[in-house]
């Protein structure tokens, strides 16, 4: 079953990222649950904690979003903290390395060249 994910990333603030979790925990895994939620994780990071959500739609995500106690646990939280986005979130790919094309440069000198090593054997 090909899931949609959805994150709420919480950062460390003048009060500690877990203790929201600690406070909101039961009542959003709850409300998850019983709005279509297939399966959910924290993740506690270095810079806060990230509840991922699995949906089986988009429209259980929006139902869940809207509830009353999903929109108090939002706004328990200081708005330059919080991060509610699509996709799996914390370090979710870091492991992977970023590729960027080679830069294209045109006219440009030659890159230097270091002459072959020469290896003169002595007789004794």
């Known amino acids: 079953m ?3 994910w959805w994150s709420i990333e ?3 603030g003048a009060t500690p990222a877990r203790q929201w979790r600690d406070a909101w925990s ?3 895994l709850e409300a998850a649950v ?3 939620a297939h399966d959910f994780i924290w993740q506690a990071e270095p810079f806060g904690v990230v509840l991922e959500l699995g949906f089986a739609e988009t429209g259980d995500w929006d139902r869940f979003r809207s ?3 999903v929109t ?3 706004d328990a939280v200081d ?3 919080i991060y509610v986005y699509p996709g799996l979130g914390g370090g979710a790919g870091a492991g992977l390395p970023r590729r960027s094309p080679r830069p294209i440069v045109e006219d440009a ?3 230097p060249v270091s002459p072959a090593f020469i290896l003169v054997a002595r007789l004794p």
Request: glycine share 4%; no cysteine.
């Open 67 to 69: 509830l009353p106690a």
């Open 72 to 74: 108090a646990a939002v």
């Open 34 to 36: 019983t709005h279509g």
């Open 10 to 12: 919480v950062r460390d």
């Open 2 to 4: 090909n899931l949609v």
């Open 26 to 28: 039961r009542s959003l």
């Open 79 to 81: 708005p330059t903290s």
């Open 109 to 111: 000198a030659p890159l």
